[in-house]
């Protein structure tokens, strides 16, 4: 997640200003929502621009291991003997195959993956939410530090832990047809 810039109100006669800086850091977000009770699981990825050099991992590798970490998280919050089967969608990342996500679904067998078709993100319901997250978390602000970014965006996933009836009708909405 990187702060996002879009279309604001403002007084007439005076431009909204808001500031940008150089930096490559990157903070990447896992989440799952429960699409029967709303509920909301996270987890974060911070990855600085110099990450390669620190790790010696490639930005997808560094990302599979997340994943694979979110899976294992998610096969925590819903286990087995209470779940028997939990579907997740996903759509064609990289980052979503690999050997770290297979030894994660074998550790979890009652976790199963739901490809979605390439280039559909609208088939998605986490995407209106993400959408929803942005707006709450990053439009038209500048994050001093990754650290600040990560805390905003902390205290916007909490928020949405707060009304779920609101994330239930962010996901249940049906995606706007584009018309030739």
Known sequence: MVP???????????RPLVGTRDNKDLL???AVVNLVS????????????????RTGQSKTRRLQEAFAAHLRHVGRVYPPE????????IDNAPWHR??????A???N???????LPSYSPQLNPI?????KLRRRATHNRLFATLAALKASLRASLCYFQTVRHKVKSILERRPKRKTA
Not at 38 to 53: F, G, I, Q, R, V
Not at 109 to 115: I, S, Y
Not at 127 to 131: C, D, L, N, P, V
């Open 105 to 107: 679904l074998q550790a």
């Open 28 to 30: 990447y977000v896992f």
């Open 38 to 53: 709303a509920a909301l699981h996270a987890n974060t990825l911070e990855s600085p621009k110099d990450a390669k050099k």
């Open 127 to 131: 995407e209106r939410f993400w959408k």
């Open 4 to 14: 996002t810039l879009t279309a604001t109100l403002g007084v007439k006669g005076h």
């Open 82 to 89: 209470r779940c028997p089967r939990v579907v997740l969608l």
């Open 109 to 115: 067998p009652h976790l199963e993956l739901k490809r």
């Open 98 to 103: 690999g050997r770290p996500i297979t030894e």
